[in-house]
């Protein structure tokens, strides 16, 4: 069939401007499904099956909505193994021009440091203006891998983004982020990474031709540690600085359910138990 | 973006800007259900290409369904020996209920230990739609899921070329559609191919899936099951679905049993209290709970089930498009047997071939789908339908004596000719049969009742 379909829009329409944006995206396991093994204390990754992280369906249409807004490209990215193309084709169905894999031996058992690393080199590789991301993943939680894409390539970071205004005249992109207490809203030159503050954007479902073509026809562009410059020594479980100490599963603390009535009795209370001195 | 150049180095194929599949697919199946998946397989089997669109998050994932599947035409067209089934039917019990006597038959023929085990499973559609789904995108289907089909693309000449979905851009062109969309056929209705079902030809589904957490045994100890024997339980009269006309359901899977009720919408609606609670009072049946001690429901659905039988059948060709399964009202439910998956395999099979012959020929036109009508009329399916119509009606005249005073009758006579005194047992004898005289009308009553079904057996 792959041969059968057609493309309504010529690739000459093709024009240099607006901005080339980057999406970068993880497929983890489902966390309606992974559970706790009570034995170990580990996660039982195993038997739950792989999906797109959910905040980086926020991160997808802010990265469209900015395309909307002032032309150009999206192209998502993710670092996996060939597998992870499940995500990169729900990320064209939703309206990506492009997407790219990041795959290579080399990069097994990275930890966020080298992560971060091949992500930036591979965002700079595809010529971003901004590189968008999700929050975090809802496998690992660390919030780490956006603002170390900006801090490998010198470029500014906006984080925990629930909006975002492009000023092309500018050549800067505007942001409201969550601060505690309320909002600020700060612009940043481009190049700029900003991580979107999970569920403040409202993902757009994908075009039915475009869903078909991203599931039967569309094949990513595979990058390898060597298409972006990088060396293998720098990647992968052994540039990985992180340690795990152990894991353990923590009973919860029965409470003691107790009421008092006045902000003086609280205190009585507390300086009883010693908890505060008087 | 300057990395083109590496792409093509690459061998990669550029990507489309604004990819469009009007016309790419031959034939475009609405729903992954067995008579879809059935139709999709037979197509792509004669090379044509085939878009399957399914509405659920995979095929299966929003099938409500007893659970017995019949096998003899699925298992010519794919290979089976993989297909995920629960346990094969070695037991058929039937049984009569009244507010508290249960009068049973069981049959358990040594053959059916046998394969192909009287072609009869028990599945959990959940798994085993994906499972026949995956058999027509392996023989080289398409399929696109969590996508509904909301409409039919029509040509100006009425012919049907395609069909509308809930997606952006949610429009698609092909020569044939497949109508196999199931009993709601919201689609069909929509698009004037067949009228909405008149409410005493519908049955309401209820089914719960139901497991046992304690112990792994308490199936086949429970249902006097050997290894993967399974049993199906079947349930009439009051008890059962209290005043309504319809049945219940016990069914084994291989961890689960499979509990539900299939009756008159009619009745459903009218005085009947609502499903959940008709299926709830089955449930505490004082012969049905302990066959359910301990257990928890997994699942819950509910769904509708054509039962017009023969006559309600709609036209199953049009211009561009064809009607299988239960969109075409093919099940057979008549209180002894409930069969729909073989129906839904055997038409979607005869749809998808009259489609690729007619592709052959390069026609759209309805005439050229012939052979489908033709061949399905002489198959079981309509054959069976026929034979059956009658039945639904006589046992709506008798509903009160089928449903209620015969239950009671039996079980009253059971009783009266098992009697435990200091009667002669000719006495006992004799009150039994004067019992169930006195409910079907004496020895003419009795002969008459025989005579009014004697079809049943004919
Ligand atoms: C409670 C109950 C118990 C039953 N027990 C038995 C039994 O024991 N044995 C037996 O043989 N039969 C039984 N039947 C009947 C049997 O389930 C049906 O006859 C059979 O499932 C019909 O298959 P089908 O493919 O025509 O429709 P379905 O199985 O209903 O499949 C239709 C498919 O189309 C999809 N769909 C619907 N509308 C759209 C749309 N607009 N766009 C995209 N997709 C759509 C649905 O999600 C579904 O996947 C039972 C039915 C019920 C309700």
């Known amino acids: 069939m792959s041969d059968t379909a057609t493309d309504r829009e010529s690739s000459a329409a093709e024009s240099d401007d607006g901005w080339t944006v980057v999406v970068g995206v993880k497929q983890v396991p489902d966390s309606d499904e992974v559970g706790i093994d009570p034995d170990t204390g580990r996660l039982d990754r195993a038997n739950a099956p792989a999906v797109l992280n959910a905040p980086d369906r926020d991160a997808l249409e802010a990265a469209l909505s900015i395309r909307d807004a002032v032309g150009g490209t999206v192209t998502a990215v993710t670092m996996g193994p060939p597998t992870a193309t499940d995500v990169l084709e729900e990320a064209v169905a939703m309206g990506c021009d492009d997407a790219a894999l990041v795959t290579d031996r080399a990069f097994a058992g990275s930890d966020t440091w080298p992560t971060s690393y091949a992500l930036a080199e591979a965002v700079d590789h595809l010529g971003a203006d901004v590189a968008v991301c999700g929050e975090e993943t809802t496998d690992s939680s660390t919030g780490q891998v956006p603002p170390g894409i900006a801090a490998h390539n010198g470029w500014a970071q906006l984080t925990y983004v629930e909006d975002v205004d492009p000023l092309p005249e500018e050549g800067r992109l505007a942001a409201r982020r969550d601060v505690e207490g309320g909002h600020e809203r700060i612009a940043a030159d481009l190049p700029v990474v900003v991580a979107v503050a999970y569920g403040e954007f409202e993902p757009r479902p994908a075009g039915l031709h475009r869903k078909l073509y991203a599931e039967t026809d569309f094949e990513p562009l595979e990058l390898t540690a060597d298409d972006l410059g990088i060396d293998a020594d720098d990647v992968g479980m052994d540039a990985s600085p992180t340690q795990v100490g152990g894991m353990e599963t923590v009973d919860p603390v029965d409470r003691e359910k107790e009421t008092v009535e006045t902000p003086a009795e609280l205190l009585d209370a507390l300086s009883d138990e010693g908890v505060i001195a008087r | ?458």
């Not at chain 2, 994932?61 to 096998?71: E, H, I, M, P, Q």
């Not at chain 2, 309509?382 to 059956?388: A, I």
């Open chain 2, 1 to 458: 973006m300057t990395d083109d150049a590496d792409a093509d180095a690459k061998g990669r194929r550029e990507p489309m800007r604004d990819p469009s599949y009007d016309g790419a697919f031959d034939a475009i199946v609405v729903g992954a259900g067995l008579a879809g998946s059935a139709a999709a397989v037979t197509m792509a089997d004669e090379g044509l290409d085939v878009l399957v669109i399914e509405r659920g998050r995979y095929p299966g994932a929003k099938n409500v369904f007893g659970g017995v599947l019949y096998t003899p035409t699925l298992r010519e067209l794919v290979d089976v020996t993989s297909a995920p089934v629960e346990r094969y039917v070695a037991e058929k019990r039937f049984s009569m209920l009244s507010d508290d006597d249960e009068t049973a038959v069981s049959l358990r023929p040594g053959e059916w230990h046998d394969p192909p085990h009287n072609d009869s499973y028990t599945v959990l559609r959940g798994e085993f739609d994906r499972w026949f789904a995956e058999q027509a995108v392996d023989a080289g289907a398409v399929l696109l899921t969590e996508t509904t089909v909301t409409g039919l693309v029509r040509e100006d000449d009425g012919r049907i070329a395609g069909v509308e979905t809930d997606r952006p851009d949610g429009t698609i062109t092909a020569d044939y559609v497949v109508l196999a969309e199931g009993g709601n056929s919201l689609v069909s209705e929509g698009a004037d191919l067949r009228k909405p079902e008149r409410a005493e030809n519908v049955a309401v589904g209820v089914k719960e899936v139901l497991e046992f957490p304690e112990r792994d045994e308490v199936i086949r100890d429970r249902f006097r099951l050997s290894n993967d024997a399974g049993a199906s339980y079947h349930y009439f009269g009051e008890g059962a679905v209290g005043d309504a006309v319809g049945g219940g359901f016990i069914y084994t899977n291989e961890d689960t049993v499979s509990v539900g009720l299939a009756y008159r919408i009619s009745d459903a609606a009218g005085s009947q209290p609502k499903p959940e609670q008709t299926l709830n009072a089955f449930k505490s049946h004082p012969s049905v709970a302990p066959l359910l001690r301990g257990a928890r429901t997994v699942e819950y659905g509910a769904k509708t089930i054509p039962e017009g039988g023969s006559e309600s059948i709609p036209k199953l060709v049009h211009d561009g498009a064809v009607v299988v399964g239960d969109a075409a009202g093919l099940v057979l439910n008549n209180g002894v047997h409930l069969e729909g998956t073989n129906m839904a395999v055997e038409s979607g099979h005869l749809g998808g071939e009259a489609i690729a012959e007619a592709a052959e020929r390069g026609r759209t036109d309805e005439a050229a789908f012939k052979s489908y009508p033709e061949r399905l009329e002489a198959s079981f399916v309509v054959q069976n339908l026929e034979r059956y119509g009658w039945l639904m009606e006589r046992v709506e005249a008798d509903r009160d004596l089928i449903f209620e005073e015969l239950p009671h009758a039996l079980a009253d006579a059971g009783a009266e000719y098992f009697r435990m005194d200091r009667e002669p047992k000719e006495k006992h004898a004799e009150e039994a049969r004067e019992r169930l005289f006195e409910t079907v009308g004496g020895l003419r009553g009795a002969a008459k009742l025989a005579y009014r079904y004697r079809e049943v057996l004919r």
